[in-house]
């Protein structure tokens, strides 16, 4: 097998559907920009690897091609997760060209990706969200870091749909957010409690922020839309602050979110609506995640769940077994 050369210039036979197919995910797919960026990449290294292997058409790879750079991507000490993001990224092409008639079928559809381990999500109990969300600083930075967190427990909002939130989209007097999830889906999604008040506390003292006109719900300190990063970072520092065990992300909001309703109200089809899962399947991942709750749940109400003395034959009575 030819060894890869690293500065070997891929053939536009190569690029140029690829472009297409970029412009095509982001026109008419909508496709967020970190998804589409995720697809570059991993579509970047699967020409390299064509190229320093002489394949110059997309029409010459096959499903042993396909098996040949899932094996390579291993072979680079990829994560089965990562391998699979490679696959679903070259799937998708090959159905662009399927789709634009440039391909007959999609050599990558039976091709399957590495098993990977079922990553249960992490999740703060109650005890510890209370110790997060316990932040009595009243300068603008720390009503709006509280106010983030709140909702994002409150509402149980990805990190993604926290960000891109504006002023417009939130209705203090109803108690409901209008949301843009994945796929740019809209939902409504309703907030109420500590979140409200604090979404309230922090609108007081917004415009302490602002250097001009800006409809983001929440801001910088520059006065602009606070970006991925900083909420990330922000709420890793609270965490620490605030003496939390374990590291504070806003996934893991989102998911204590998750866990605490499904615990509470057992509803699986309303958690996925709140949640915006397309999937009921995708929810049901959280069923998982307490299995001594759900064992205590079951001990208690099932009628043939107890063994105790009372379900035995009384003494000078005969077992209708044995009769």
Do not use: C
Not at 1 to 21: E, G, I, K
Not at 115 to 131: F, I, S
């Amino acid at each position: 097998m030819t060894a890869v050369t690293p500065d070997q210039a891929a053939p536009r036979s190569l690029t140029v559907p690829l472009d297409r197919f970029y412009q095509y995910q982001l026109s008419e797919r909508g496709l967020s920009a970190h998804t589409q960026r995720n697809y570059q990449r991993q579509l970047d290294k699967i020409v390299d690897f064509l190229t320093a292997r002489g394949i110059a058409h997309w029409q010459d790879v096959d499903a042993d091609w396909v098996r040949q750079i899932s094996s390579q991507a291993k072979r680079d000490g990829l994560k089965p997760g990562s391998i699979a993001l490679r696959l679903s990224a070259l799937r998708s092409f090959f159905d662009y060209l399927v789709l634009t008639e440039q391909l007959a079928a999609n050599p990558a559809k039976g091709v399957a990706a590495p098993k990977q381990g079922r990553q249960l999500p992490k999740n703060l109990d109650v005890d510890e969200m209370n110790q997060l969300l316990e932040v009595d600083q009243d300068d603008p930075l720390s009503v709006r870091d509280r106010a983030m967190m709140e909702l994002m427990y409150g509402a149980g909002l990805r990190l993604a749909e926290l960000v891109d939130l504006n002023v417009r989209d939130v209705s203090v007097r109803k108690g409901d957010l209008r949301v843009t999830g994945k796929g740019e889906k809209e939902r409504i999604v309703p907030f109420s409690g500590m979140a409200k008040t604090w979404v309230m506390n922090w609108l007081k003292v917004r415009n302490q922020l602002l250097k001009g006109p800006e409809e983001a719900l929440f801001i910088s300190k520059l006065g602009q839309r606070i970006s991925h990063r900083s909420v990330q970072k922000r709420m890793a520092e609270w965490g620490q602050k605030q003496a939390v065990n374990s590291h504070i992300n806003p996934h893991k909001l989102r998911h204590s979110f998750a866990t605490h309703m499904l615990e509470s109200s057992g509803d699986l089809r309303a958690v996925q609506e709140l949640l915006g899962h397309a999937d009921l399947s995708t929810t049901q991942i959280y069923t998982h995640l307490d299995f001594q709750h759900l064992a205590k749940v079951y001990d208690a109400a099932h009628p043939r769940a107890r063994s105790t003395e009372a379900s035995k034959p009384r003494a000078g009575k005969k077992n209708n077994s044995e009769s």
